[in-house]
């Protein structure tokens, strides 16, 4: 047997034993949530069918891409509708100012988006950042039975004292609308 034979399969064993443990496999069966419950209507059905080719759509610069962005599709970060997986973390940064927490919007804002389209350069965390973080983008499900719950019924629960004494106290986040 050559001598050069062994070798190169031990490395080409160590090879494959390292990219195990560098490369993440696919989500565990878990994670993926992109079926729809059981017992919608056709009408409901149809809803969550669009919603899903939306949320897997991968944007174009033509539909206004970029130039810098984190993933072309909202499916790129949240796998299956599920939380996201340690290949596509998400880094945020900022640092403490003067006014409370500096989201460094003047330097592109907190989250970096790593990816760009032709002619730009993604970003990099700022040189003047306090403080980073690598997340897992969340779960993203069960957003459409929030958007079932009428405003009113939200608003009917507020209690930001515990006026009812039962140890829950809340009110509603308002966000102003973007111009």
Do not use: W
Not at 61 to 68: C, D, M, R, S, T
Not at 137 to 164: C, E, K, R, W
């Amino acid at each position: 047997m050559n001598k050069a034979v062994l070798p190169v399969c031990g490395l080409l064993f160590f090879a494959a034993v390292a990219c195990q443990k560098i490369m993440p496999g696919s989500p565990e069966s878990g994670e993926v949530v992109a079926e729809p419950i059981s017992g919608l209507t056709s009408a409901q059905l149809n809803k969550h069918i669009l919603g899903d080719k939306a949320f897997a759509k991968i944007y174009t610069p033509e539909e206004g891409l970029g130039p810098i962005f984190v993933q072309a599709s909202c499916e790129g970060c949240h796998i299956g509708d599920g939380k996201g997986h340690p290949i596509n973390i998400v880094t945020r940064f900022g640092k403490t100012g003067t006014g409370g927490f500096d989201y460094m919007e003047d330097e592109g804002g907190a989250q970096l988006q790593p990816r760009s389209i032709a002619g730009f350069q993604g970003e990099v965390v700022p040189g003047s950042h306090m403080f980073r973080t690598d997340r897992l983008p969340p779960l993203v499900t069960g957003l459409g039975f929030l958007a079932a719950i009428h405003d009113s019924t939200i608003l009917n629960f507020t209690d930001s004292l515990d006026a009812d004494g039962d140890g829950v106290k809340g009110t509603v986040n308002y966000l102003e609308p973007e111009p």
